[in-house]
């Protein structure tokens, strides 16, 4: 079988399984954040933490509640690393240090799983279960639970409350991540991830030789890592390794991981609006559209910029298969590339350093749209739902009307925290590139000078900025400026939008929904369809193009 037949079986099997899962999976969601019904293992969590579950927050409540998880998180992350080689499972590791910890306790934490060192040879396996897979779950919960606090600023009229911070965090950690990612973990382990607490063990290699490889519970971590759209594996081939992704059927079961929940979350969003009566299932069927249009434009494009293989080397080989794995060639790599880079995951089954300059360009291009063509865990769900305010807010321009998204007024207080959201992790990507670029030890840490290397430290921020953690294999991220702005661009990219975002979740919750009218704009329509994925290219394509003219279009071209 050729790779373009296979890749389209893959992509085509790929669609029809997430096509079937979407409504079940999306109704089950919105059941789990509307029952008023607490399971006795949840009770007992609430007992133990001293929480009322009844008693809901403001969105500044809800937002602090946000901020101390989070910040213990980190402590307690970093912390663990630091003290490994006391602990039990250490696998002969020993402490993690200072910097490297710092980076690793923010990376996991904010959703990012930017690994700047190899974790068969830093990570005990302890670190590896208490530590990264644990925050695998948490950091998946608090963006799923601050999507589902915007969705209720939409539908609730005239309260303060959006939500209770714990419950949702611990019915999504209990009711959705544990079960799903314990299924997955059966069907890898299945397919032939490692699962285990082995450490070093020899093994016979092809030609008689003897080579030492690293066990481990791999197989419970990768479920979480794609599901939760974190991305950090325990080797640092990441999804490309054997270990971690042995066959072709397991590597089309990751890329359904990562896309499962964003995409859900699209019907989850119009369940939530139909049982409530603030609108349609149709609403969220349109967020869909928009996001299915910009990702498979994206996907075609790097998979037809890696089958074709433009350059001397690989039409001298007969295809861009440098970096890439044999095992599933470039239309899977593309569509895992594609996949990873839309939805803020960061696993990767091939080096991206290695893909032709238009295909490493377009995944670098997915980050830069905000990763909202699916996004995250949640946080492709609030994401696409701030543009689509923005949507409704540039059409009333149009029309000389005030706008309005599901009947709330889109006024001065809500475009100014659309605006703050719009314009932050740009001016993280940009500002930290430009300051980066200008100090020689930047530089140094370059493998490739010119064009390549400046696309190598623009791919390092917007990695970070966006809460993806893929990379361009060629910086070395672990000089001391990088580990500690790549740090800071992934704490003030995650928690900067949050805190936007609930902000902008209490001022919806507070007003009384306007009546619609003859110049209501409908925004479960195909026009609105079309707005809001013109919203989305034209707001990337003018802040980023000059940016991206400087690296991977220079370079194409060259």
């Given at each position: 079988m050729s790779d373009s037949l296979a890749g389209l079986l893959q992509i085509s099997l790929a669609v029809a399984l997430l096509a079937a899962l979407r409504i079940p999976v999306g109704d089950y969601l919105a059941h789990v954040y509307t029952s008023p019904r607490h399971l006795a293992p949840e009770r007992l969590v609430y007992r133990l933490c001293g929480v009322d579950p009844d008693r809901e927050q403001t969105a500044a409540g809800y937002l602090r509640g946000v901020l101390a998880f989070s910040l213990l998180s980190v402590l307690a992350l970093y912390g663990l690393q630091r003290l490994q080689n006391w602990l039990p499972l250490a696998a002969g590791m020993g402490p993690v240090a200072p910097g490297t910890a710092w980076n690793t306790a923010v990376s996991f934490v904010t959703n990012t799983n930017w690994q700047t060192y190899s974790g068969e040879s830093t990570m005990g396996h302890l670190t590896q279960m208490a530590g990264l897979t644990v925050q695998n779950f948490l950091s998946a919960a608090i963006g799923m639970a601050v999507a589902i606090a915007l969705v209720r600023g939409l539908i609730r009229r005239r309260t303060e409350q959006v939500g209770n911070v714990w419950v949702d965090l611990t019915r999504t950690a209990l009711r959705v991540l544990l079960p799903f990612a314990f299924a997955a973990a059966l069907l890898l382990?299945?397919?032939?991830?490692?699962?285990?607490?082995?450490?070093?063990?020899?093994?016979?290699?092809?030609?008689?030789?003897?080579?030492?490889?690293?066990?481990?519970?791999?197989?419970?971590?990768?479920?979480?890592?794609?599901?939760?759209?974190?991305?950090?594996?325990?080797?640092?081939?990441?999804?490309?390794?054997?270990?971690?992704?042995?066959?072709?059927?397991?590597?089309?079961?990751?890329?359904?991981?990562?896309?499962?929940?964003?995409?859900?979350?699209?019907?989850?969003?119009?369940?939530?609006?139909?049982?409530?009566?603030?609108?349609?299932?149709?609403?969220?069927?349109?967020?869909?559209?928009?996001?299915?249009?910009?990702?498979?434009?994206?996907?075609?494009?790097?998979?037809?910029?890696?089958?074709?293989?433009?350059?001397?080397?690989?039409?001298?080989?007969?295809?861009?298969?440098?970096?890439?794995?044999?095992?599933?060639?470039?239309?899977?790599?593309?569509?895992?590339?594609?996949?990873?880079?839309?939805?803020?995951?960061?696993?990767?089954?091939?080096?991206?350093?290695?893909?032709?300059?238009?295909?490493?360009?377009?995944?670098?291009?997915?980050?830069?749209?905000?990763?909202?063509?699916?996004?995250?865990?949640?946080?492709g769900l609030y994401g696409i739902l701030v543009v689509a305010m923005l949507t409704v807010f540039l059409g009333g321009l149009m029309i000389g009307r005030t706008p309005e998204y599901l009947g709330k007024r889109i006024g001065g207080r809500e475009i100014k925290l659309i605006a703050l959201y719009i314009l932050a992790t740009p001016a993280l990507v940009l500002v930290l590139t430009g300051i980066a670029m200008a100090l020689p030890s930047t530089r140094d840490a370059m493998a490739n000078g010119g064009i390549h290397g400046f696309t190598e430290v623009l791919y390092a921020y917007a990695s970070t900025a966006n809460n993806n953690g893929s990379a361009f294999g060629g910086l070395n991220a672990g000089t001391p400026?990088?580990?500690?702005?790549?740090?800071?661009?992934?704490?003030?990219?995650?928690?900067?939008?949050?805190?936007?975002?609930?902000?902008?979740?209490?001022?919806?919750?507070?007003?009384q929904p306007s009546p619609v009218t003859a110049g209501t704009l409908p925004t479960d329509r195909p026009l609105f369809v079309g707005m809001l994925t013109a919203t989305i290219l034209i707001v990337t394509g003018l802040t980023f193009f000059p940016a991206l003219a400087l690296g991977p279009i220079a370079e194409g071209l060259s």
């Open positions: 382990a299945a397919g032939g991830v490692v699962q285990n607490l082995s450490g070093l063990t020899a093994h016979t290699t092809l030609d008689g030789g003897s080579q030492l490889l690293p066990g481990g519970p791999i197989a419970s971590q990768e479920a979480i890592k794609e599901l939760g759209t974190n991305g950090g594996g325990p080797y640092n081939a990441n999804s490309a390794h054997p270990f971690e992704n042995p066959t072709a059927w397991t590597n089309l079961l990751e890329v359904l991981l990562l896309l499962l929940i964003p995409v859900s979350l699209t019907r989850t969003f119009g369940t939530m609006l139909a049982r409530s009566g603030a609108g349609t299932r149709r609403h969220g069927l349109a967020l869909l559209a928009a996001m299915g249009i910009v990702y498979g434009l994206v996907l075609a494009g790097v998979t037809a910029a890696e089958a074709a293989g433009r350059g001397t080397a690989a039409q001298a080989a007969g295809a861009a298969m440098e970096g890439k794995e044999v095992r599933f060639g470039e239309w899977a790599s593309a569509l895992f590339a594609a996949s990873t880079t839309a939805t803020s995951t960061g696993a990767v089954n091939s080096a991206h350093d290695s893909f032709t300059a238009f295909g490493g360009g377009l995944a670098l291009f997915n980050m830069l749209l905000g990763e909202i063509t699916p996004g995250g865990a949640g946080s400026f990088l580990s500690l702005t790549t740090g800071l661009a992934m704490l003030f990219g995650r928690f900067l939008p949050i805190v936007l975002v609930l902000a902008l979740a209490g001022a919806l919750a507070r007003q």
